[in-house]
């Protein structure tokens, strides 16, 4: 069995990686055009921040770990067309600029994403950014070393990890979104009027509602971000608005969303059966909604890549869907969500109720305490939990974990008042917060 791997981040490392494993008889070849591989793009802000000092401590394989299961890693190959009716790729080596055919039997696409770059007046300056892979990061690090005005264009999660980072360096920091508030996607208003407090508290500047139209500059380099609402200084500008999947090798080949997400199925096969995709470049069934939704993570990309390999040859392991779960650190705050916010959910035309609880996590008495914020949306006639978002300055993140399950497993809210969950002193109160939120949506 040939099998020919395009990409090779997350879900393509996860995928070459246990297929190696499953099938030792297997020919597996990656081609992957950076010269690097398994890079944790996540861990970008904490590298900016100095949080991680080494880079390379960032990556989780590499290609000679891909050799010594058996897999060819091909660096520095661009693939340029795939026949999915012949079942061809066309390559081209980089380094040596010699263009070849290569044949397979199965073809794994995890081409992930590339951040959504506008055209407007002035990208062409110098020090506009993208923040995606390892080269941008080292790029942010050496052109933030002269920088003392930084304006960062996306207030999702990588925008906001970025913003408090560029803080703790010293920067001047402003934050543009043409959304009215941060981390609109991820968290309702109690949750982000709190976060927003705390990042002007710090002196970061939000200009929120507005949208970026051109970048002005002098001798080349930005000076520049001029929105619908004004103009704001900037010796750096950091571009954090989103997403695309990479798949245009497959376009018009196979089944993909408007935005070009390619639609697998549950075992991440294509509509070709030989072709199998994973990872950012994927859409993938978002259970709350039932419906396929493209919602690039790196926890999402390593399970899809799993899975993958488990699949390969005959249908084994099926994907159960996402949530989306996802957690972030600011500053002293632990936060994280799962599932649809309360305004995503009405935006999709659901009928939803939701319970907000703010209370000690843990009982007063002991010597310390802090409180939590905890919110579960639920549907209103059936009580199925949609989601769920919870912040403090102890870590409840994995509170959220557990309510991923329960969307998961399709809970109702009056299930969740009574889970068995423990209670001692140092962790909880008699009634876990969790519980809280049920009881409290019964009227108990």
């Given at each position: 069995?040939?099998?020919?791997?395009i990409?090779?981040?997350?879900?393509g490392t996860?995928a070459?990686?246990q297929?190696?494993k499953?099938?030792?008889?297997a020919?597996?070849?990656?081609?992957?055009?950076?010269?690097?591989?398994?890079?944790?793009?996540?861990?970008i802000a904490?590298?900016?921040?100095?949080v991680?000092?080494?880079?390379?401590?960032?990556?989780y394989?590499n290609?000679?770990?891909?050799?010594?299961?058996?897999?060819?890693?091909?660096?520095r190959?661009?693939?340029?067309a795939?026949?999915?009716e012949?079942?061809?790729?066309?390559?081209?080596d980089?380094?040596?600029?010699?263009?070849?055919?290569?044949?397979?039997?199965?073809?794994v696409?995890?081409?992930?994403?590339?951040?959504?770059?506008?055209?407007m007046?002035?990208?062409?300056?110098?020090?506009i950014?993208?923040?995606?892979?390892y080269?941008h990061?080292q790029?942010?690090?050496?052109k933030?070393?002269g920088a003392?005005?930084?304006?960062?264009?996306?207030?999702?999660?990588?925008?906001?990890?970025?913003?408090?980072?560029?803080?703790?360096l010293?920067k001047r920091?402003?934050?543009?979104?043409?959304?009215?508030?941060v981390?609109?996607?991820?968290?309702?208003?109690?949750f982000?009027?709190?976060v927003?407090?705390?990042?002007e508290?710090?002196g970061?500047?939000?200009?929120?509602?507005?949208t970026?139209t051109?970048?002005?500059?002098?001798?080349?380099k930005?000076t520049?971000?001029?929105?619908t609402?004004?103009?704001y200084?900037?010796?750096?500008?950091i571009?954090c608005?989103?997403?695309?999947?990479?798949t245009?090798?497959?376009k018009?080949?196979?089944?993909?969303?408007?935005?070009g997400?390619?639609?697998?199925?549950?075992?991440m096969?294509?509509?070709?059966?030989?072709?199998?995709?994973?990872?950012?470049?994927?859409?993938?069934?978002?259970?709350?909604?039932g419906?396929?939704?493209?919602?690039?993570l790196a926890?999402n990309a390593?399970?899809?890549?799993t899975?993958?390999?488990?699949?390969?040859?005959?249908?084994?392991?099926?994907y159960l869907?996402?949530?989306?779960?996802?957690?972030?650190?600011?500053?002293?705050?632990?936060?994280a969500?799962?599932?649809?916010?309360?305004q995503?959910?009405?935006?999709?035309?659901?009928?939803?109720?939701e319970?907000?609880?703010e209370?000690?996590?843990?009982?007063e008495?002991?010597?310390?305490?802090?409180?939590a914020?905890?919110?579960?949306?639920?549907?209103?006639e059936?009580?199925?939990?949609v989601?769920?978002?919870?912040l403090?300055?102890?870590?409840l993140?994995?509170?959220?974990?557990?309510?991923?399950?329960?969307?998961?497993?399709?809970?109702?809210i009056?299930?969740?008042?009574?889970?068995?969950?423990?209670?001692?002193?140092?962790y909880?109160?008699?009634?876990?917060?969790?519980?809280?939120?049920?009881?409290?949506?019964?009227?108990?």
């Open positions: 069995m040939k099998v020919i791997v990409g090779c981040t997350h879900a996860a070459a990686t297929m190696a499953l099938y030792p008889e020919r597996i070849t990656v081609y992957e055009r950076n010269d690097n591989i398994s890079f944790l793009s996540c861990g904490l590298h900016v921040g100095g991680v000092r080494n880079a390379e401590d960032l990556f394989s290609p000679g770990k891909l050799a010594e299961l058996g897999v060819t890693a091909r660096m190959h661009d693939v340029l795939v026949d999915t012949a079942r061809t790729v066309r390559v081209r980089l380094t040596t600029g010699e263009t070849r055919e290569d044949t397979y039997d199965k073809l696409v995890t081409t992930g994403s590339w951040p959504i770059v506008p055209k007046e002035g990208m062409e300056l110098e020090n950014l993208l923040c995606k892979n080269g990061a790029t942010i690090i050496q933030a070393a003392k005005r930084v304006v960062v264009v996306g207030a999702g999660y990588i925008g906001i990890e970025l913003v408090e980072a560029f803080e703790q010293g920091v402003t934050v543009i979104d043409n959304t009215p508030r981390l609109y996607k991820y968290l309702d208003r109690e982000t009027d709190k927003e407090t705390e990042l508290a710090r970061i500047r939000l200009a929120l509602g507005q970026v051109a970048f002005a500059g002098e001798a080349g930005v520049r971000v001029v929105t609402k004004g103009q200084e900037a010796d750096m500008v571009l608005i989103g997403f695309r999947p990479n245009e090798l497959l018009n080949q196979v089944d993909m969303l408007p935005n997400a390619i639609v697998v199925n549950e075992y096969q294509t509509s070709k059966p030989d072709v199998f995709a994973a990872g950012d470049s994927c859409a993938i069934r978002y259970n709350p909604t419906q396929a939704a493209y919602i690039p926890t390593v399970r899809m890549g899975l993958v390999a488990r699949n390969l040859v005959k249908p084994t392991t099926k869907g996402t949530q989306g779960t996802s957690g972030i650190k600011i500053f002293d705050y632990n936060i969500s799962t599932g649809l916010t309360e995503a959910a009405l935006d999709a035309g659901l009928n939803v109720k319970i907000t609880i209370d000690s996590y843990r009982p008495f002991m010597p310390a305490y802090e409180k914020l905890l919110k579960v949306v639920y549907e209103a059936s009580g199925r939990i989601g769920a978002q919870v403090s300055k102890a870590d993140t994995q509170s959220i974990n557990t309510l991923s399950v329960c969307i998961q497993n399709r809970m109702t009056e299930e969740l008042g009574f889970v068995d969950f423990f209670f001692q002193p140092h909880n109160k008699p009634w876990n917060l969790l519980n809280q939120a049920g009881l409290q949506a019964l009227g108990v």
